[in-house]
């Protein structure tokens, strides 16, 4: 490991309450750090590792040797991983900006060719005074002053925006990697041509079910050839493509089949969420909800799918691309874990139809506390909306019903989008369901 190490350009160093995380963009690879871990990573920038190990040594007190045998690895994982090189181009640390931003949901539209039943935005009709192309672009022009890594696009169905790909390349013209979600629909060749010219990081297509019958009963008729088709042509074009698939009542059945299908289709990821209580979803909970044991079950599936499937990208919790650092030199543990909770605040916040800015997509304007982009500029708004403000001063050890439970930290307390529509309450309990699930789910991770 001779010679100088240096942070790649690709990869942002940001500063967390819990100690750093480093970005990296280009391969959408993230990784997080106990205090111990972020403060050595920021010595090694620009020294070769027996200088590192020199510095670190005299600023903690602790033996070279010491130093040395905990840090091999870590730099050998970083190197392997991409996140250093040994000739560099130098990037800009921001460890004094105690919120920084990673990525930003731009939910563009409520306009919807669909009427999923599990709906979070109960997308159909375009919302009245939702932001026009100028007010849009405005948007776009403030990002690159948070330093954001990455923009979702999302809907409702965001393509059925006339100037969808004039907004999506001013965010290009800037650099930024893309997510789009869309339901397929109006995915064709026209279409996939133009995305090919965008710097788009993956796009996701909505899948819920392995059959026509499941899933056009969930989401519309045609909805399963239309995402099939669109799947193809996108991997046909070379464009990274990930599927995302709602677990109900309606596909639980098929939740197996559904990630076999996404293995024959050749995509590049595959992500699984439940119903969030929200939206349209208020109107068919009863339907589409699941119990704990079914949830789990699910959970626990695609947990060993994950492993199995390394080259599949997956949820962080099966994910493979995601690395966890957590030493001290020595031996021992930090307090890393004990705030591990969601992004939602803290890294991320979207911006909705209408301009609001929340914390996370479960949480819609009037149901919950929020701020205008036409009101302030997006700078100001991510220091003191109220709503993400208010996210930032959750800590699962306050939460009722979760102060004293052996997983807390391994959860995060739960959905507080659904805790927050049960009990209109940030801290307040999580929903029994999915406590349950989530303590099995963290019980089987501990398995070999």
Known sequence: MGGALYIREEVLAKG??????????????????????????????????????????????VAEETVRQDLE??????????????EYQRRSWYPDLRYPVESV????TRRCNMSCLHCLVDGGLEEQGELSTGEWLEVVSQLPQLQITCVTLSGGEPLMRRDFFRLAGAIDARHIPMIIC?????????????????NIKEIQVSLDGA???????????????????????????????SIAATLSGMNIHEYKDIFRLALELGV????SSEILMTGRAKKTGAVLGLDAAAIAAARIYYLQQGRLYPQLQMEDEYARDVMLVDFDFGGGSDTFRKIDMCGAGRASFVIGPTGEVLPCRGFREGDFPSA????EPLSKLWQTAPGIVAFRNLC?????????????????????????????????????????WKKRLAEFSKLP
């Open 372 to 375: 205008n982009v036409r009101h």
């Open 211 to 241: 059959s026509p019958g499941t899933n056009d009963a969930i989401r519309g008729p045609g909805s399963f050839t239309a995402a099939i088709r669109a799947i193809r042509l996108l991997k046909q074009a070379g464009i990274r493509t």
């Open 268 to 271: 590049d990821g595959f992500f």
């Open 16 to 61: 967390r309450p819990y100690g750093g995380s480093l970005m990296h963009g280009r391969a959408g690879h993230r990784l997080r750090l106990n205090h111990t871990a972020f403060e050595s990573v920021k010595i090694l920038h620009g020294r070769s590792l027996p200088e590192a190990v020199k510095k670190i040594s005299a600023e903690y007190g």
């Open 396 to 436: 699962v050890d306050n939460f009722d019903e979760c102060s004293g439970c052996a997983v807390k930290y391994e959860c995060g307390g739960g959905c507080r989008a659904f805790a927050y529509a049960l009990h209109g309450r940030l801290d307040g309990p999580p929903d029994p369901v999915t406590c349950a």
């Open 73 to 86: 690895p870590l730099v050998r994982d970083l190197l392997e991983r991409g996140f250093l090189i040994r």
């Open 105 to 108: 949901t731009l939910h563009l």
């Open 182 to 198: 869309t339901n397929g629909t109006m995915i064709n060749g026209t279409t996939v041509s133009l995305l090919k010219e965008l």
